[in-house]
């Protein structure tokens, strides 16, 4: 594990919150988080967590404590057998990009994936988001051509209830 990357503890979850606006802004959605403080640490941090992160700790007399964080949880490839790990979010501050944290972040869920057996790393990427796409080519990830990714949400979800 890269020596800035380490599990997130309660103590990150504000911060975190915070990074994911953040992100959000980046991804030209700054009003679609509805993530709270209490919502998240509840779900990183409750009984039976089925969410995990970790964060980039910032170099020393940066002033800020975390500069960038994954977000994750496990899916499941019935043709594998076996769990994977889906990255729901993975954003590093703007001045930090550069620095290798991406890298580091993205390594320390491989590294995992492969320790527990897992098959697989995946996430989603905005099409526009070139830079990020470039980034993530040059680590070996590639797009799933002929797949879309499919939601049901707001008024269709409730539909169906």
């Given at each position: 594990?890269?020596?800035?990357?380490?599990?997130?503890?309660?103590?990150?979850?504000?911060?975190?919150?915070?990074?994911?606006?953040?992100?959000?802004?980046?991804?030209?959605?700054?009003?679609?988080?509805?993530?709270?403080?209490?919502?998240?640490?509840?779900?990183?941090?409750?009984?039976?967590?089925?969410?995990?992160?970790?964060?980039?700790?910032?170099?020393?007399?940066?002033?800020?404590?975390?500069?960038?964080?994954?977000?994750?949880?496990?899916?499941?490839?019935?043709?594998?057998?076996?769990?994977?790990?889906?990255?729901?979010?993975?954003?590093?501050?703007?001045?930090?990009?550069?620095?290798?944290?991406?890298?580091?972040?993205?390594?320390?869920?491989?590294?995992?994936?492969?320790?527990?057996?897992?098959?697989?790393?995946?996430?989603?990427?905005?099409?526009?988001?070139?830079?990020?796409?470039?980034?993530?080519?040059?680590?070996?990830?590639f797009p799933m051509d002929g797949w879309d990714t499919m939601r049901l949400t707001g008024d269709a979800l409730e539909a169906h209830r």
């Amino acid at each position: 594990m890269h020596p800035r990357i380490r599990e997130a503890t309660p103590d990150d979850v504000a911060e975190i919150v915070d990074l994911v606006i953040e992100l959000a802004v980046y991804e030209r959605e700054p009003d679609a988080v509805k993530l709270t403080p209490e919502t998240l640490h509840g779900q990183l941090f409750g009984e039976n967590p089925a969410l995990f992160a970790h964060v980039a700790d910032a170099e020393e007399g940066s002033g800020r404590r975390i500069d960038g964080f994954s977000l994750w949880f496990l899916n499941y490839s019935t043709w594998e057998g076996t769990h994977g790990i889906y990255l729901e979010d993975l954003y590093v501050r703007q001045d930090a990009r550069g620095s290798g944290l991406g890298k580091a972040l993205l390594v320390n869920l491989a590294e995992i994936a492969t320790e527990r057996g897992y098959q697989r790393v995946e996430w989603s990427v905005l099409q526009w988001n070139e830079p990020s796409i470039a980034f993530y080519r040059s680590l070996g990830a590639f797009p799933m051509d002929g797949w879309d990714t499919m939601r049901l949400t707001g008024d269709a979800l409730e539909a169906h209830r």
